[in-house]
């Protein structure tokens, strides 16, 4: 039997501040789920978007800001959950990003969420080519967790009982060559001809079959492993798409990037996107290199032919 490799081991080879970073977050897993059902309904108000937030989301964002806080490795924290950013050390290394409860809809029906975290050597607002690290973690029914620090994308799972002890389930993680499933967020009725149409190719053409949970986290973690397409696309309703550049958008996409899949904004790459304002929302397509071309050619055509 081979040995089991924990986070902790894997992350040596980072610099020492960057794997502690990734540890803490980590282990705040026990903690966190402990208080999963004690705050299954509750709503604690709403956000800077006007968005409902649930008593979960609140009570994570809290305490993950405090043990990120606590390492003294931290100097900035941008959250969705917060109206202004946290200024914890001014000569501290990192600004982290986060979504600290992504797909928070979905704790009502107890369906996948989790947390996405994007760890930056430079203040926001930066392109997603300024990350040190990326990671997310994943609630579905066990928890794992996946960071890229620019040495491969590696997936952890949490072991069952005791402490947040992660172990090494796949490392250097890469895209099937051919794509199994896709993921399509929005109205479909919003969406714009052409990437109706698209949509509609991605059975037709592409053979992939349709998984879709609500939780940017879980869907994420499909099209990882089994490959194949997930946007949140731009519609009529919301031509800038829904999910936020650098809370989502841009950790997500440096993981996906390094796993040998290709992400596009509807004008570049979205690790290539710059924008001014932290809270800029964008559309957002990942998938396997030859579906994203193909989604290029169409945009372009229409381009074209709407000029």
Same mark, same amino acid.
């Given at each position: 039997m081979q040995k089991e490799i924990t986070i902790e081991e894997h992350t040596r080879e980072l610099e020492p501040e960057l794997a502690k970073l990734i540890c803490t977050v980590a282990d705040m897993s026990v903690d966190i789920r402990n208080e999963f059902p004690h705050r299954l309904m509750g709503i604690a108000g709403t956000n800077k978007y006007g968005e409902v937030v649930s008593e979960l989301d609140a009570w994570v964002n809290d305490y993950i800001c405090k043990k990120l806080a606590a390492t003294g490795l931290v100097r900035k924290i941008y959250s969705e959950e917060l109206v202004q950013p946290m200024l914890v050390k001014e000569d501290a290394p990192f600004v982290v990003a986060m979504d600290p409860l992504d797909g928070s809809s979905n704790i009502v029906t107890n369906n996948p969420f989790g947390t996405i975290m994007g760890i930056y050597r430079k203040d926001l607002p930066v392109?997603?080519? +300024?990350?040190?690290?990326?990671?997310?973690?994943?609630?579905?029914?066990?928890?794992?967790? %996946?960071?890229?620090?620019?040495?491969?994308?590696?997936?952890?799972?949490?072991?069952?009982?005791?402490?947040?002890?992660?172990?090494?389930? +796949?490392?250097?993680?890469?895209?099937?060559?051919?794509?199994?499933?896709?993921?399509?967020?929005?109205?479909?009725?919003?969406?714009?001809? @052409?990437?109706?149409?698209?949509?509609?190719?991605?059975?037709?053409?592409?053979?992939?079959?349709?998984?879709?949970?609500?939780?940017?986290?879980?869907?994420?973690?499909?099209?990882?492993?089994?490959?194949?397409?997930?946007?949140?696309?731009?519609?009529?309703?919301?031509?800038?798409?829904?999910?936020?550049?650098?809370?989502?958008?841009?950790?997500?996409?440096?993981?996906? @990037?390094?796993?040998?899949?290709?992400?596009?904004?509807?004008?570049?790459?979205?690790? @290539?996107?710059?924008?001014?304002?932290?809270?800029?929302?964008?559309?957002?397509?990942?998938?396997?290199?030859?579906?994203?071309?193909?989604?290029?050619? %169409?945009?372009?055509?229409?381009?074209?032919?709407?000029?």
């Open positions: 392109s997603g080519e +300024n990350l040190a690290a990326s990671l997310y973690k994943l609630y579905g029914p066990i928890t794992t967790l %996946v960071y890229d620090a620019g040495k491969g994308v590696h997936e952890f799972v949490k072991h069952r009982k005791g402490a947040a002890r992660y172990c090494l389930l +796949n490392e250097n993680m890469k895209l099937p060559d051919e794509g199994g499933v896709f993921g399509l967020g929005g109205e479909p009725l919003e969406w714009t001809p @052409e990437f109706l149409k698209f949509a509609k190719d991605l059975v037709k053409v592409h053979r992939l079959k349709l998984r879709y949970c609500g939780a940017f986290v879980g869907d994420f973690s499909q099209i990882l492993h089994k490959g194949g397409f997930f946007s949140y696309p731009s519609s009529v309703k919301n031509p800038k798409g829904k999910l936020r550049l650098f809370y989502e958008a841009q950790p997500m996409a440096k993981i996906f @990037e390094d796993a040998g899949g290709a992400t596009w904004s509807g004008s570049e790459s979205i690790l @290539e996107t710059k924008c001014d304002d932290v809270n800029v929302r964008t559309p957002l397509y990942f998938g396997n290199r030859k579906i994203i071309e193909q989604l290029i050619g %169409v945009k372009t055509v229409a381009h074209k032919e709407g000029e």
